[in-house]
């Protein structure tokens, strides 16, 4: 069984700052590529960054130079510094991993979301 876990949502003030941390955890052999999306209300689910399986990062264009994504491979953890904040980053944030199990499977899993909200 596989787990993610998101924390640092929460209400900042246009221009602001947060930083959004995930943690997997469970029967995992290896994490093939991991990162973060958001849905908006009324919208559909957007990739905002993410590490692909080759390591290299990729950034929605409407988030390159203001957030950044890291990770600790030793912890199974991935990161979301955003700043910059404008209210068109108001979403709920998924962390979002492509895991490959002890048993040898491989599938798609979601955190279970994230509020962030931008107050202008």
């Known amino acids: 069984q596989v787990q993610l876990v998101e924390s640092g949502g929460g209400l900042v003030q246009a221009g602001g700052s947060l930083r959004l941390s995930c943690a997997a955890s469970?029967?995992?052999?290896?994490?093939?590529?991991m990162g973060w999306y958001r849905q908006a209300p009324g919208k559909q689910r957007d990739l905002v960054a993410i590490?692909?399986?080759?390591?290299?990062?990729n950034y929605a264009d409407s988030v390159k130079g203001r957030f950044a994504i890291s990770r600790d491979n030793a912890k199974k953890m991935v990161y979301l510094q955003m700043t910059g904040l404008n209210s068109e980053d108001t979403a709920v944030y998924y962390c979002?991993?492509?895991?490959?199990?002890?048993?040898?499977?491989?599938?798609?899993?979601w955190g279970q979301g994230t509020q962030v909200t931008v107050s202008s």
């Open positions: 590490f692909t399986g080759g390591g290299s990062t």
């Open positions: 469970g029967s995992i052999l290896s994490i093939d590529s």
């Open positions: 979002y991993a492509r895991i490959t199990t002890d048993w040898s499977v491989r599938g798609n899993y």
